[in-house]
């Protein structure tokens, strides 16, 4: 069986509610390589919430870039505390700034911001999820253009495994409605004008934000870029990616 045949025999659909899709996958896939990646943003914080709820040890992984805000530093610091069960692992890049500078040139971000991202962001989280079977993400349809046709659960054919974005039907009001009935921990910095928060250099301030409105625009400002590379769509085929997708679908799904 295929993974989109176990998708269909789920009972999981487009619309099914957040919390039920963490619990089908919880339930479903307890036993693979299970991870949750986060940037710390609303989204990845209610997901995390989501999750922790079930009281199981999952790893959820963040990628230090060595160039992210204080603030984000801190709410890593708070949902460590709020949620100890769950396994907050680092997978960012072990390359210093002064290093880059000294291999690329200063202020690579500046000159080229694929490259930057590229090292600190898509490299990393690749060999992140070497050796993961299902990979749970806050991404929502709502956030970008680029991000307008995402499905609640995917083959990814870049990183060969199972994507699964519980928030995908979802729009920042929802979120903001979420982690303030749940009281999750959020980034300060959505309260002084930054809807999305990536690292400090290449995020700024919107004049009038607000933590239920979410916007790309502060991000690589002045730049023709609004995303970081680490959601891209490449397309696979053939017997190989089939018996990949078996591998992870089986044994057997019953409708639930």
């Known amino acids: 069986m295929t993974v989109v045949e176990a998708i269909q025999r789920s009972g999981i659909g487009e619309d099914a509610p957040p919390e039920a899709i963490v619990t089908w996958v919880l339930d479903r896939f307890g036993g693979r390589e299970l991870v949750v990646t986060t940037s710390f943003g609303m989204e990845g914080c209610a997901l995390i919430d989501m999750v922790a709820r079930h009281g199981r040890s999952v790893p959820v992984i963040y990628l230090d870039t060595m160039f992210l805000f204080p603030e984000t530093l801190e709410l890593r610091d708070r949902l ?62 709502s956030q970008s253009p680029a991000r ?20 995908a039907g979802w729009d920042r009001a929802q979120v903001w409605d979420y982690v303030q009935r749940h009281d999750v921990p959020y980034n300060e910095l959505h309260e002084r004008g930054y809807p999305t928060i990536g690292c400090t250099h290449c995020t700024v301030a919107i004049p009038g934000a607000r933590p239920d409105t979410y916007s790309r625009a502060g991000r690589w400002a002045g730049v023709d870029k609004t995303e970081c590379g680490l959601h891209g769509e490449p397309r696979g085929t053939g017997r190989g990616s089939q018996l990949e997708q078996a591998r992870v679908a089986s044994p057997d799904v019953s409708s639930s």
């Open 148 to 167: 307008a046709s995402i499905k609640v659960i995917e083959w990814d054919w870049r990183y060969h495994l199972l994507k699964v974005s519980p928030l």
């Open 80 to 141: 460590i505390t709020r949620y100890p069960h769950l396994r907050f692992e680092n997978r960012g890049t072990t390359l210093t700034p002064e290093q880059q500078e000294a291999v690329h040139g200063p202020e690579l971000w500046r000159r080229n911001p694929d490259a930057c991202c590229r090292l600190r962001k898509v490299e990393p989280m690749r060999r992140a999820l070497e050796g993961v079977d299902v990979w749970l993400t806050g991404l929502t349809r």
